[in-house]
């Protein structure tokens, strides 16, 4: 376990040292472009068809080309992603953001699932120390003395058996 | 026709009901007339799904007569429809559908009351558990969503079929589909019949398993045919929206995975009995409440069913199965009690215990979007949308999580794992995974690329702005996948090592062995394979590419490498349909590798489009061009898109239904050893075997 911990080590220095040394050049256009597919990702196409509005793939519809007009503007106008998506609800509707926004009542969409997740672990948890704490009792009544010998057979045993 | 159908229904209700109420009188009294009841009472079971047969079939008969005097025939298929897609009316509509569900439950309470010698008095409690939800399909067949309504005025066509539906794939999706939903109910009997009766051991376990996994299993393709339909046919180039409707064939999915791994920990361990009783009730409960999604109106979903006041059934018949459960669960908890206790934290009971708190997370996360619309109504008077990147940002990292687990799990022993042998296990993959990472990063996936410039902590801290969410999630689940594969082959190589000197042959013919050996463990492991696989598909959406451009004959357009040039334009018209198709030539630098022929169908009966996606394939993309329409200048337009690694996620799901398939087959007779053991070690082998035996197993 020693020797395992100085490699462990370098492994996870150049992990997190690698993506800095390659860092690339920003690009205000690729920052730009990447924005509006991020936001633009964020909303549906008011149309009715039930598509994301930036995979909205029927040729003539009445809706999509302004609401992505509306959107670039905003872009330009706002700097934050969450004001530009404030800007949509209030003159699109609430339905034509499909994320839940990061204020208000609808904050609980985000704030439930990683509470619930951390419960479910912190009870996890508790279910373990319970039950490791109860072994040593089972385990004193249970213990039969093993020849050394039948150590390779158990390990195969297992190896064979094993769900 | 119709007349025949309705009675069907009708007897078939009165069976069900017979079968319910003398099956509980049978297993109240005990004595010899009572075992006679009970026996009448299996037959009226086996009769039920005689009289359902005959329902689904005047109702088939119906569609493929064009008999437009049943309202549901008139309102799902026409003359002109393919024959084949007449008999998927069968289950196209609300009331068809309920027909078809209570057709396959009778079904599958068929076998089980033929098969009643496996295990009679738990057969017996499960038929009646069985029969009591026949009933309720049953009443909302024949009161509430009569698939034989008549007309008051006979029309001379029908509505016809929804375009989206009149594809190959959809003839098969909606049965599988309804084969793993109603499947689930199987377990369900067998664990609330067990409960009922304090069944002794665990038999019932390893019955169950088998009907869970061959749910599970056309669960599985029923899913995965959507998705596929969905990629091939709805032409917005992905597989998976988080629609609600895909959300509930989701959730069954997950905890009727997370029961197919804890149960192992019952069978060998006698572990977590409360725990495994509880998902099956928890999966069947998610069934009916994929029901009610679907079929209530209560959430806006392409997929669902028109809105309906059948909703109030659903919840009737969740509430009731609730409270059965609970009091059943409260009166007869005590028979419950675990075994064993985890041992260790790094032992496979404890990775199944992980597996089991992300997928139930996954689970209740699903939920939770699905029904979040429906609770900010109820608080704020108006329903949000929840869509993909809510379900990406929350249930991906789960994901990931689990294939982690998958990776780790099957390495690590019962009871408790040594680091020597995890040292010995996970070098190998972990290196190779490492690998896979700084490969990845090599060749250019950077997810920080985009804004790699933080004046502040507070804008690290912000890190959606600059990090790329698909990126980095890609860049997590391919070393990851590296490493489930890289175990998984480990795995069958060694154990082919051990045996190949025996069987004196090659190592790949010792695999084959070794996996007819131990059916479930190598199977599972093929399965876990095609997990990996599926992932590495999903991460391929990262790095998607799309163009748009009107294409008149002669011009071109570029996306990525490749080179769309229109050849010919042609239109066609048929009875059931006109359609528009392009034909182009696909080029790749510059080099001709083939044709392309997208295709917009206009169907005549709802004037409704539909897309035929011409799709490219190979192991590292796909080329998906479709014909979007055609612009004010009548100028096709044609949209293409670049999805690499698709292919991998087909692959992938083939995988895990071959695996799940090994895995359900029963086991070769093992190896005799001719190695002489003294007879003391002998007998103290004999007594480990004893103490390794499935808990119950002597009972």
Known sequence: MRRLQPRLALALTLCFALPLMMRADVDKAHEDKARYERTGGKMQCMCGCNQMLLKCNHVGCPVSPVMIRDLKVQLNAKTGDEEVLDWFRQNYGVTTVILPASHGFELTAWVVPPVVLALAVVLAGLIVVTWRKRMPQMAAAGDVAVDPKLESLRSRARQETEI | MPLLGSFCLLFSLALALYCFVAGIISLVRRSPASARLGETARRAGLASFIAVSGSAFALVWAALNNDFSLAYIHAHTNRALPIAYKISALWSGQEGSLLFWAWLLAGYGFVLRWRHKVDQRLTAFSSVVLAGIQIFFLMLVNFSANPFGIMDRVAADGNGLNPLLQYPEMVIHPPMLYLGYVGLSVPFAFALGALIMKYPGEKWIHITRRWTMVAWLFLTCGIFLGAHWAYSVLGWGGYWAWDPVENAS??????????????????????????????????????????????????????????????????????????????????????????????????????????????????????????????????????????????????????????????????????????????????????????????????????????????????????????????????????????????????????????????????????????????????????????????????????????????????????????????????????????????????????????????????????????????????????????????????????????????????????????????????????????????????????????????????
């Open chain 2, 250 to 699: 989701l959730l069954p999915w997950l905890s009727g995975t997370a029961f197919l791994h804890s149960v192992m920990m019952q069978e060998k361990r006698g572990m977590m009995k409360v725990w495994n009783i509880w998902l099956i009730f928890i999966t069947f409960l998610l069934t009916i409440m994929g029901d009610f999604l679907t079929r209530s109106g209560i959430v806006a979903s392409v997929h669902a069913f028109a809105r309906s006041d059948i909703g109030a059934w659903f919840l009737v018949m969740m509430s009731v199965t609730l409270a059965v459960c609970v009091f059943f669960f409260v009166k007869n908890r005590d028979h419950l009690k675990s075994e064993n206790s985890l041992e260790s934290l790094v032992s496979r009971e404890s990775s199944f215990m992980w597996n089991n708190v992300l997928l139930l997370a996954a689970c209740f996360f699903v939920l939770w979007g699905t029904l979040f619309p429906v609770l900010t109504e109820w608080v704020k008077g108006h329903k949000i949308t929840v869509g993909l990147p809510f379900f990406n940002y929350i249930n991906v990292p789960i994901g990931l999580a689990l294939l982690l687990l998958t990776g780790i799990g099957p390495l690590l022993a019962w009871r408790r794992t040594s680091w020597s042998s995890i040292r010995k296990n996970f070098s190998i993959p972990a290196g190779l995974s490492l690998l896979a990472f700084i490969a990845l990063i090599a060749f250019g996936v950077r997810p920080w690329a985009e804004t790699p410039h933080f004046s502040s902590v507070s804008e690290f801290l912000h890190f959606t702005q600059w990090l790329s969410f698909a990126n980095s999630c890609a860049l997590i689940a391919i070393p990851l996948a590296t490493l489930v594969a890289t175990t998984i082959l480990l795995e069958f190589i060694r154990g082919g090592r051990v045996l190949q000197p025996k069987l004196e042959t090659n190592v790949f013919g010792a695999m084959l062995h070794l996996t007819h050996r131990n059916t479930r463990r190598y199977g599972g492991y093929i399965a876990h394979l095609g997990v990996a696989l599926i992932f590495i598909g999903l991460a391929g959406s990262a790095w998607d590419k799309e163009n748009e451009q009107p294409l008149r004959v002669g011009e071109k357009m570029q996306i990525g490498q490749y080179t769309l040039v229109s050849q010919d334009e042609t239109q066609d018209d048929n009875s059931n349909y006109t359609s528009f198709a392009a034909a182009l030539e696909v080029q790749k630098n510059g080099k001709k590798i083939g044709n392309l022929y997208p295709e917009i169908r206009i169907f005549k009966a709802s004037q409704q489009p539909d897309h035929m996606v011409a799709i490219r394939s190979n192991f590292k993309e796909d080329l998906y061009v479709i014909y979007a329409g055609r612009d004010e200048g009548e100028v096709p337009v044609i949209k293409a898109f670049i999805k690499p690694l698709v292919s991998w996620l087909w692959i992938g799901v083939i995988v895990v239904i071959l695996g799940t398939g090994v895995a359900l087959l029963p086991n070769a007779a093992p190896l005799k050893s001719t190695v002489p053991v003294p007879a003391a070690v002998a007998a103290q082998a004999s007594a480990f075997e004893k103490q390794m035996e499935p808990v119950g197993a002597s009972k």
